[in-house]
């Protein structure tokens, strides 16, 4: 479909896709205090940055709620980066060193394993 569109091939490695992707929920699951380390630190660096583009406090107080919501938003969106960043690697390093199929089929074992391992988490934090 986009090479109907493009002038130019485009090739996508789908495995590759499907392996980082796997890898990066993963240890998003498996790494989640750090996750949300992330996202503060990205929401209060967000909150910061955008304070210094308003020169009026009653401005700035105004739209307050809406802005913090967004950046908090953001934040969440932006805390996946790291993480797709590492389980590229984690992919790629089990492609080149046992191949495709063990990238993906390890890749959903570790997914299996930290979603387990984050129920267990959360049931541990609650009692």
């Known amino acids: 479909m986009l090479n109907d569109i493009l002038p130019f091939r485009l090739e996508i490695d789908t495995v590759a896709v499907a392996g980082a992707s796997l890898w990066s929920l993963a240890l998003y ?5 750090l996750a949300e380390w992330v996202i503060d630190q990205l929401n ?29 938003f953001y934040a969440s969106l932006f805390s996946i980066l790291p993480f797709l ?11 080149i060193s046992l191949g495709h199929s063990w990238a993906i089929s390890l890749g ?7 979603g387990i391992y984050e129920i267990g988490r959360r049931e541990g934090k609650s009692e």
């Open 29 to 33: 699951l498996a790494c989640y205090p």
């Open 44 to 72: 209060r660096w967000f909150n910061f940055a955008e304070r210094s583009l308003y020169t009026s406090l009653t401005e700035f107080e105004k739209t307050r709620q809406a802005r913090e919501s967004q950046n908090a």
């Open 85 to 95: 960043l590492v389980g590229t690697l984690s992919s790629w390093g089990l492609d």
């Open 108 to 114: 959903i074992l570790a997914c299996i394993c930290s």
